[in-house]
């Protein structure tokens, strides 16, 4: 006869089933999470989800205002560690500023001993058309976004390096991987960050730090004032905190140096595609001209490939070298 199974125990499986695939067991006890920009938006969000997931939360924000002018003082990180705390959990604030990332890793190491996950989400704009950009724009947001990054992953690295664990986000932006209007440092910014990831993916790999980058939508004081109301309630930070969550927890074994566009119940993972490409024989037929009537081939993406590194170029020279000379 086939084995008996108790009504208590098939509820419990089921009950199990479900809840795993509702990610509701993805917990981070005893971890130490760094949040930058945590005291507004999605970081707000990020950092109250880790706290009531187990987690020692960091919350990171120098204040100030939507463009960088000038620290607003200890409020923006004090209120969300306020609400952390009468929820049950573990949280510290840091009010440094991001380009002292230094300061803000020591707070976690500090007060919890330890750093598992980064959270490089700090942000802020400086939006103007390219003719009227002064460096001052320029360089905030190259400060705050990249170097900022840099800083706190920086500082973070030995730690991971000596654990053999280390989770890393960092937050790149449509801006940044398709450019957008008045936002050229913001774009350049951004996407710097994702050529930051790719290449801390890289190193990080083989000490289990595993780096990948977001490019988030949601409603925010960001975006508060270039969306509709109605179109921003749809848009609520919580709706980017899971694909963070998926990607900085412990099961994730294997998810690094990927993009992801988020926003509003929307994921999906976006990557480089090469066309077949055109070849030459490369000596002093290889002209402009020749080049133009192997346009099509240039842009021909019939035969994409995915690439994660450069081209082939040792194959692809042996393969020009029996090339007849160009036409
Ligand atoms: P937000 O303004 O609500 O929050 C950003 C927080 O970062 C603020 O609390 C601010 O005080 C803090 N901050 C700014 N500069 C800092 C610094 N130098 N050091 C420490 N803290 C600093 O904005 P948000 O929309 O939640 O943005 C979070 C991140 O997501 C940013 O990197 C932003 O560029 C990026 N992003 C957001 C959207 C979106 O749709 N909201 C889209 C693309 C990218």
Redesign the pocket.
């Known amino acids: 006869p086939p084995p008996a199974f108790s009504p208590p125990f098939i509820a419990f499986v089921v009950y199990s089933c479900l809840h795993n695939m509702a990610g509701e067991q993805l917990r981070y006890d005893g971890q130490t999470v760094v949040v930058?920009?945590a005291?507004?938006?999605?970081?707000k969000a990020y950092a109250l989800f880790y706290a009531s997931r187990g987690a020692n939360v960091v919350v990171?924000?120098?204040?100030?205002t939507?463009n960088?002018q000038g620290a607003?003082g200890n409020s923006?990180a004090d209120k969300v560690v306020q609400e952390i705390k009468a929820a049950g959990g573990k949280a510290v604030a840091n009010y440094?500023?991001?380009?002292n990332g230094e300061n803000i890793i020591n707070t976690a190491i500090k007060n919890f001993g330890r750093i598992d996950v980064l959270i490089n989400?700090?942000?802020?704009l400086r939006d103007v058309s390219f003719k009227n950009m002064k460096d001052a724009d320029w360089d905030i947001i190259m400060k705050?976004?990249v170097f900022?990054a840099y800083k706190c992953a920086r500082a973070a690295w030995p730690h991971f390096k000596k654990q053999k664990y280390g989770r890393v986000i960092n937050?790149?932006?449509?801006?940044g991987l398709f450019g957008s209007f008045g936002q050229c440092n913001y774009s350049a910014a951004?996407l710097g960050l994702v050529g930051f990831t790719e290449t801390l993916a890289k190193e990080g790999l083989k000490y289990n730090i595993l780096c990948n980058v977001i490019?988030?939508?949601?409603?925010?004081?960001?975006?508060a004032t270039v969306m509709p109301p109605e179109v921003l309630e749809k848009?609520k930070?919580e709706w980017v905190v899971p694909l963070v969550g998926v990607l900085t927890h412990s099961s994730n074994d294997s998810e690094t140096g990927s993009i992801f566009e988020v926003?509003g119940g929307h994921v999906a993972k976006l990557r480089w595609e090469r066309a077949k490409g055109a070849l030459l024989r490369a000596d002093d037929t290889f002209t402009p001209s020749a080049l133009l009537q192997k346009w099509n081939n240039v842009s021909d993406f019939s035969e994409p490939e995915h690439p994660s590194g450069v081209a082939d170029f040792l194959g692809l020279l042996e393969a020009a070298q029996k090339l007849p000379a160009n036409p």
């Open positions: 930058t920009g005291g507004a938006g999605l970081g990171n924000d120098l204040g100030g939507f960088g607003g923006a440094d500023d991001v380009a989400n700090a942000g802020i705050v976004h900022g937050t790149a932006s449509a801006a951004k490019a988030p939508i949601a409603a925010s004081r960001l975006t848009l930070p926003g």
